[in-house]
């Protein structure tokens, strides 16, 4: 085994690998500082610690990072139990949206495995798992049971889905401080963007049904407006109102953007005309931790567990 | 919209589907000695060469300007892409189905909603109107025009996302963010038009359910992205971002 080949063939695909390893003069000083000790039989664990060291960072994570990513990995709990409680409701029947709504499981599967690993042993409740124990789909009763009907579920479906992405969206601007980390959290960001879309698709009937920005029972891919508050407002209208401050996290309804009123601002292409909605619907906007655990708390169970959620 | 223009025939062969190989680059690189051997066995890919310094390209230039003119850029392509839908003939014939029509007309006002506003955002530091190339695309035809949106509204995530670490002012990363997620949304009902149940496909998103990138979207680089928004503009439109490697 080649270390310095193998070192030399990750930097074609990971430029800074040397950073990572601080520097080059620091990964020979590693070794030679072993060199005595390097035996066949240590190579692979000291390997492991050299990448563990350059890769890892679950003790060089700052609080802000590790806040927000245990706020989204609860979230992604919330969701993940979720679409899985679903499937395996036999008596709610998805049909053909069962394989969407599987592959939406999935992905927040994939979610939660992401960001275990990068929060380590700094993940929510240990890095252990949370089960569907933990959580109360009805919020307190304030809203019909979920699994009972299919309305009901891409209702309270179109409630996370659309948490979540506001969620991400907000918490962003926390994670600067490392760039793979942000990317990261972006990447899944506009993988919830995309599940909210196919969700309001099927919720408004399908592909041949025409969205509503009255009707919030037919909503479009694209939040329009406040939603009206959404499926049921005395509980999901906090999902699309302003967070706080306002100022930074407005309301979906926000036309303002960066100062500049994006309708008025816009030319309407072939004689179309640019409506309030369209002008709301081109912008997502963000939620602030605070707001986003507020409504995450409506939908935890009385379970120890359950109470230290989105605390 | 008189900066569409006409395609000629030589343009048409040239151009090619916007749908490149993805090249793999860092940012799985923060989960540990898991990461690291990903890395080994990537170690392996080619990494093509992009083109750098061009005279012929307008560079978006560097800073947050250069990533608001980025995005200005692909806003720029989509609104053009979708405004030319709206006179085509797939998008004019009594047999398209209203609500597939009601999207359409929905996604090209959001898309000159987003031009609109990074002209107005960035002045006179905004890079000049671009010229597009729409001679691939058949405005006449369901398929062609669902398949390039879908490249489109794909491109436009990936570019997105992969440009969100070079972000200097926290308010541009969130405005960013507000964008990318519409494109997204657009992206998904775009793919669910052609073929339901794909609003996520393993072309757009890592399919592993394990990894560090588990589930996530494949973010471009600019050059990347550029590489493939080019075949989409004129000569004397195309672009280079060299600030950003």
């Not at chain 2, 503009?233 to 672009?239: V, Y």
Request: charged fraction near 20%.
């Amino acid at each position: 085994m080649d270390l310095f080949k193998i070192i030399s063939d990750i930097e074609k695909v990971d430029p800074e690998v040397y950073e990572r390893f601080d520097t080059r003069r620091r990964v020979f000083k590693h070794m030679s500082g072993l060199g005595k000790k390097v035996t066949a039989a240590t190579l692979p664990g000291l390997l492991s610690a050299m990448f563990q060291k350059a890769y890892g960072q679950t003790s060089g994570l700052n609080a802000d990072i590790v806040a927000t990513l245990n706020l989204a990995l609860q979230l992604e709990y919330l969701e993940r139990n979720f679409y899985q409680t679903a499937l395996a409701t036999t008596s709610l029947n998805l049909g053909s949206d069962a394989a969407a709504i599987a592959i939406i499981r999935d992905d927040e599967i994939g979610h939660i495995a992401a960001l275990k690993q990068v929060l380590g042993t700094q993940a929510f409740n240990g890095g252990n798992d949370v089960p569907a124990a933990a959580f109360d789909y009805t919020a307190g009763g304030k809203l019909p049971n979920p699994f009972a009907s299919t309305a009901n579920f891409y209702a309270t479906a179109q409630s996370f889905v659309d948490t979540g992405m506001r969620a991400y969206k907000g918490g962003a601007p926390k994670l600067m401080s490392n760039k793979d980390i942000l990317q990261a959290a972006l990447n899944i960001h506009s993988v919830e963007a995309r599940h909210s879309s196919h969700v309001r698709m099927v919720r408004r009937g399908g592909l041949t049904a025409a969205g509503s920005t009255t009707d919030q029972s037919k909503p479009k891919s694209w939040i329009s407006g406040n939603e009206n508050g959404g499926p049921v407002p005395a509980v999901t209208a906090p999902v699309y109102n302003a967070g706080n401050p306002a100022t930074d996290f407005p309301a979906e309804s926000n036309i303002m953007q960066a100062g500049v009123n994006v309708q008025t601002n816009t030319t309407p292409p072939m004689n179309q005309t640019i409506t309030t909605a369209a002008a709301t619907e081109a912008f997502d906007e963000p939620l602030d931790a605070d707001t986003v655990k507020a409504i995450g708390r409506m939908f935890r169970s009385n379970t120890t567990l359950g109470q230290s959620l989105f605390a | 919209m008189s900066k569409i223009t006409q395609p000629t025939r030589e343009e048409a062969e040239v151009a090619k589907p916007l749908f490149v190989p993805i090249k793999r680059r860092s940012f799985f690189m923060y989960a540990g000695a898991t990461a690291g051997a990903t890395a080994l066995l990537l170690a392996g890919c080619d990494d093509d060469d992009n083109n750098s310094n061009d005279p012929n390209l307008i560079d978006v230039g560097s800073g947050d300007t250069g990533i608001l003119n980025y995005a200005y850029a692909l806003e720029q392509l989509e609104a053009a892409f979708y405004t030319q839908v709206l006179t085509g003939g797939y998008y004019t014939s009594a047999n398209t189905n209203a609500a597939e029509k009601q999207i359409f007309l929905d996604i090209a006002l959001h898309e000159k909603i987003h031009a609109d506003f990074f002209k107005t955002a960035l002045g006179n530091n905004a890079i000049q109107g671009l010229t597009p190339d729409f001679s691939a695309i058949n405005f006449g035809d369901r398929a062609s025009v669902l398949n390039y949106a879908k490249a489109f509204e794909d491109l436009g995530v990936a570019a997105y996302n992969g440009a969100g670490r070079y972000i200097e002012d926290p308010k541009n990363l969130v405005l960013a963010g507000k964008i990318v997620s519409v494109e997204a949304r657009h992206a998904a009902l775009i793919r669910d038009l052609i073929s339901l149940n794909t609003f996520v496909g393993d072309d757009v998103v890592d399919f592993s359910l394990t990894s560090a990138t588990a589930r996530q979207e494949k973010s471009k680089t600019p050059a990347q992205v550029l590489e493939s928004a080019n075949l989409y503009l004129a000569p004397g439109s195309k672009l280079s971002a060299n600030s950003f490697k």
